[in-house]
């Protein structure tokens, strides 16, 4: 069993950054890949960036360039670092933790067998 807790949600204006943490406790956390997602109301649940095992990362479209995501394993900490945060990136972000997670699936929600609460990002224009 692995237990994430996110945190670093908040408020920011449009242009501004945040940088968002996955804390993880139980089993050993180097063994998982890690993806963050998000979820904007009325709207199903993203893919928005994800990290292996290896350490490679993977991004979607939408982030590419602004989002960078990172990980500390003798932390038990995953980050994502939001910079040039627009309106749309509006949403409730959720990280996740997967340990059998295929090299081109850490975008696919159901390889993850472990999620977060979820913390609250808001951009204002």
């Known amino acids: 069993q692995v237990q994430l807790v996110e945190s670093g949600g908040g408020l920011v204006q449009a242009g501004g950054s945040l940088r968002l943490s996955c804390a993880a406790s139980g089993r050993t956390f180097s063994n998982y890949a890690i993806g963050w997602f998000r979820q904007a109301p009325g709207k199903e649940r993203k893919f928005v960036a994800g990290?292996?095992?290896?350490?490679?990362?993977s991004y979607a479209d939408s982030v590419k360039g602004r989002f960078t995501i990172s990980r500390d394993n003798a932390k038990n900490t995953v980050y994502l670092q939001m910079n040039s945060l627009k309106p749309e990136d509006t949403a409730l972000y959720y990280c996740?933790?997967?340990?059998?997670?295929?090299?081109?699936?850490?975008?696919?929600?159901?390889?993850?067998?472990?999620w977060g609460q979820g913390t609250q990002v808001t951009v204002s224009s």
């Open positions: 996740a933790a997967g340990s059998t997670v295929g090299y081109g699936l850490v975008s696919a929600h159901i390889e993850y067998d472990f």
């Open positions: 990290i292996r095992r290896s350490g490679s990362t």
